[in-house]
């Protein structure tokens, strides 16, 4: 499978290729064109966000293995036709570099299956450990892609949408470059279609973090497979052996797992902590009634977790406290313009409250403000664990969410069904197939429940 772009005439393109090269094969354009697009977007770790390259760097090699010695015909004649250019070979890389002329760059693009010589080279499966490829193995097993199937123009009509709303396409464009919103945001919709061609053709990557117990290794927190980094209008889209796959989601997953991490912790009773929270809240309490509301705060969010309802109690005072910069920071975030609905409302409030949990203590500040209103006692234990290493709450978060989905849910599942049901992760969710999709929810509540005698609301989609 290939991504291809629609600003490109390929009847043109077929009509010249058989006047000018011998036994042409449209297959090998497409594959040209294909890896332009490919390698154009990458993703920046550092920065956690998508890139995109007006050139591909790409070795003569992989022409020469998938095309032939005679792949400089195919190049020549899209350069002759004015759709690509080359730029000066790369020293280092040892490669030169390929991009569309600017009218054809931005393109929306469609995925279409092609036949290539050696394609099964193309595929891969790697995993980041042994680790992960010993105990993921149950999991890892069910990624076979001659079993995936999918409505490729259906799919790429709904990622469009979700990123160019509301008349955003096409991107403006000054002095030969879109501005730095549009590009982002075409960036990110590349990067969909692109994930979603890796996936096709079969191109896996595993990882998940390890522990060490005793004197072996143990995997711990999210397991991050090929079928999670999907976007979630292509996952819903999805189907294995030609059945529908399902998704079935822990709503508040994070604040779920935080509610029942603070039922366990032992929350220290000061002098210190209890004149800091005195002074900050302006209440009065001893160190009796601090252990006391610190146990109504906990059970109170508890409650709200359970039900699904944490965020809609912060939307009002968020709202608020942002003023006319709660639509800036929505578009900031997500890239698109916003309405008040609630919808939107209710996805900015979930961004910032999860942000938050996670960041620093000086940052987010507003919304520190807000939550510590509702919740004094908790505000300042998770600002005081913060303190002695801020990524140790997600860390802790993450390895919950992790043993109860991947290690308890999802691997008990394949035991039991015997590869009869297949099973893949989403961090906070499982999906599977319809007809299983009422055993999986079963099994989220028993497990739940025995492990924290409560069991969150689940969404099905």
């Known amino acids: 499978m290939v991504l291809l772009p629609l600003s490109l005439n390929y009847s043109r393109i077929e009509i010249e290729g058989n006047e000018k090269i011998k036994n042409f094969d449209m297959n090998c354009i497409k594959f040209i064109i294909g890896r332009i697009i490919y390698s154009s977007v990458v993703f920046v770790k550092t920065t956690e966000t998508e890139k995109y390259n007006h050139h591909s760097v790409i070795n003569s090699d992989t022409w020469i293995k998938h095309i032939g010695k005679n792949y400089l015909e195919y190049v020549q004649l899209l350069i002759d036709l004015k759709y690509i250019n080359r730029k000066p070979y790369v020293v280092g890389e040892e490669s030169f570099g390929y991009g569309f002329l600017k009218p054809l760059r931005f393109s929306r693009v469609f995925a279409e299956v092609i036949q290539i010589k050696s394609a099964d080279d193309l595929k891969s499966t790697t995993t980041k ?39 955003k396409y096409p991107i403006k464009i000054s002095h030969g470059e879109p501005d730095k919103e549009g590009l982002a945001t075409y960036s990110y919709y590349l990067m969909a279609m692109k994930n979603m061609v890796k996936f096709m053709n079969g191109i896996y990557s595993f990882s998940r973090g390890s522990d060490k117990v005793g004197k072996g290794y143990k995997t711990v927190g999210r397991f991050y497979n090929p079928f999670a980094r999907l ?13 529908k796959i399902h998704e079935i989601d822990l709503k508040n997953s994070i604040p779920y797992f935080l509610s029942n991490y603070l039922s366990s912790v032992r929350y220290r009773v000061s002098k ?33 977790c359970v039900s699904g309802g944490v965020y809609d109690v912060f939307i009002d005072r968020l709202m608020e406290i942002y003023g006319e ?35 620093k203590n000086s940052q987010y500040e507003k919304v520190q403000q807000v939550f510590a209103e509702r ?50 992760t989403i961090h906070d969710s499982i999906a599977t197939t319809s007809e299983h999709v009422e055993t999986v929810k079963s099994y989220f509540n028993n497990v739940f429940h025995q492990r924290y005698g409560n069991a969150p609301t689940l969404s099905i989609s």
């Open 129 to 167: 450990t042994s680790y992960v490829k010993k105990y993921e193995k149950p999991l890892i097993d069910f990624f076979d892609y001659t079993k995936f199937s999918i409505d490729t123009e259906l799919a790429e009509n709904d990622v469009f949408e979700a990123y160019f709303m509301e008349g």
């Open 231 to 243: 976007n979630k209008e292509i996952r819903k889209l999805m189907f294995y052996d030609n059945r």
């Open 375 to 424: 919740y004094p006692v908790i505000y300042d234990f998770l600002k005081t664990k913060k303190k002695q290493g801020y990524k140790k709450i997600s860390k802790q978060l993450f390895e919950m969410e992790g043993f109860m989905i991947v290690d308890v849910l999802a691997k008990e599942l394949t035991k039991e069904y015997r590869r009869e049901m297949p099973v893949f």
């Open 272 to 304: 210190k902590r209890l004149d800091r929270i005195n002074s900050s809240f302006h209440i009065y309490m001893n160190s009796e009634s601090l252990k006391t509301c610190m146990d109504t705060e906990v059970n109170d969010f508890k409650n709200l």
């Open 325 to 359: 910069e709660w639509g800036k920071e929505y578009k900031r975030l997500f890239l698109v313009n916003y309405t008040n609905c609630y919808e939107k409302n209710r996805e900015l409030t979930k961004k910032l409250l999860l942000a938050m949990f996670f960041a």
